[in-house]
Structure formats: structure tokens, C-alpha cells
């Protein structure tokens, strides 16, 4: 079983606001990183740290954290946001080079 | 533009060593300030991670792939490489190698699909 645990899908109107969330005892002590991927793509990191953003990717995307849940939310989702999306972080061990990605949440755009 | 591109063989046969090969361009592999891993997906399934070896060679593995994988690292040829032993069909999947910083994969590779089959 994941040491991350996330829905495995969530559904959100065009245009409306989508929080995706992510559990698990590591981010207690650390952030977690998030990236989105569409069919036959490569993920690609949307969020990372307290709250930081890629360049390139919008500012519709923001990252939070509390307790042992860390969380992407979409404000004004698009048809283009409809893809799968994983949290990433140290797994138990601690080591900063250690790493573990949640079961991932497929977000839908209705 | 940093650029990352996996190469190898598509298709392994069962119990023998699966290896791949990523290049990297427009950054250098022996950099301080990066660490370099590798991830994989099997079809239809969520991301795994495999390892991420740090800048100085040293590597941290996924538990459960620990005993069957090592990463090795060409600094000539600004490359880096995982070999995963005794594969089954369980490691048929698309591996992605990718370029760690600031605790994040912040650029992938577009893949490499493998296929475990006699």
C-alpha cells in the first residue's frame, strides 16, 4: 500500500473551483510535490515546496498544507486541466533523496 | 533548455536485466545542484518510483525494488543508467528518467516503454 493516499476521482465544473488532496505521515514534516498527466504524456510538475509554480503553469494552480494533508487546488478549471494528478514526496525513511508518489486522482472537467 | 531522453530496448525476456540509458542535454549530470532519477508506470497504473542518485553517486532506492536495481552514472557522456535484474512481467512498464531539485521532478523524459516477454 502508498504511503500517500489521494481520491481517485474528482469531478469539477468548467470554471469551478476543484481541491485535490493528498494524506499521509511525511507531509507532517514535508512538502509534497504535485504533477499532472494526460494520456500518453509525461507528468509534468505543477507544484512543489509551500506553494511554488513552474514557469509556465498557470496561476490557477496552488499548492497548501496541514497536519498530514497537503492539497492542489484549481480556481477556474479548464477543459485542459482534465488529466490524472500525483502527489509526491520522502517516503518513511526521511532521506532527502528518498521518494514515494500517491496512487494518483483522476480529475474530470464536466 | 534542459532536455531528458531515455533510450533501450523495448522488449526484455523474462528473467534477464532490463537497462536503460538517459541523456541529458543543456544541463550538466555533474552538477551540485541537481540529483537525477528514475520513475516507472505500468500500463494503466499510477507512477513508481524507482531511485534518485544525488549528484556525489550516492542512490536511494525504492524498498521493494532495492535488491534487483542499480543506477550508474557516465559523467563523459552527460548520461545516467538503471539496470533492473531477474525481470518479470510485473516490470513491463514506461520508465521515465527525470531530474530532481528542490525536493521535485522538475523535468522528465518523454519515456521508454519496456516490455517483459519471451
Known amino acids: 500500500s502508498s504511503e500517500l493516499t489521494q481520491d481517485p476521482v474528482v469531478s469539477v465544473a468548467l470554471g469551478q473551483t476543484v481541491r485535490i488532496t493528498c494524506q499521509g505521515d511525511s507531509l507532517r514534516n514535508y512538502y509534497a510535490s504535485w504533477y499532472q498527466q494526460k494520456p500518453g504524456q509525461a507528468p509534468i510538475l505543477v507544484m512543489f515546496g509551500k506553494n511554488n509554480r513552474p514557469s509556465g503553469i498557470p496561476d490557477r494552480f496552488s499548492g497548501s498544507s496541514s497536519g498530514n494533508t497537503a492539497s492542489l487546488t484549481i480556481t477556474g478549471a479548464q477543459a485542459e486541466d482534465e488529466a490524472d494528478y500525483y502527489c509526491n514526496s520522502r517516503d518513511s525513511s526521511g532521506k532527502h533523496l528518498g521518494n514515494v508518489f500517491g496512487p494518483g486522482t483522476k480529475v474530470t472537467v464536466l | 533548455q534542459v532536455k531528458l531522453q531515455e533510450s533501450g530496448p523495448g522488449l526484455v525476456k523474462p528473467s534477464e536485466t532490463l537497462s536503460l540509458t538517459c541523456t541529458v542535454s543543456g544541463a550538466s549530470i555533474s552538477s551540485t545542484t541537481y540529483s537525477w532519477g528514475w520513475i516507472r508506470q505500468p500500463p494503466g497504473k499510477g507512477l513508481e518510483w524507482i531511485d534518485t542518485m544525488s549528484h556525489s553517486g550516492s542512490t536511494y532506492y525504492n524498498p521493494s525494488l532495492k535488491s534487483r536495481v542499480t543506477t550508474s552514472i557516465d559523467t563523459s557522456k552527460n548520461q545516467f543508467s538503471v539496470r533492473v535484474t531477474s525481470v518479470t512481467a510485473a516490470d513491463t512498464a514506461v520508465y521515465y528518467c527525470?531530474?530532481?531539485?528542490?525536493?521535485?521532478?522538475?523535468?522528465w523524459g518523454q519515456g521508454a516503454m519496456v516490455t517483459v516477454s519471451s
Open positions: 527525470a531530474r530532481h531539485y528542490n525536493s521535485a521532478f522538475d523535468v
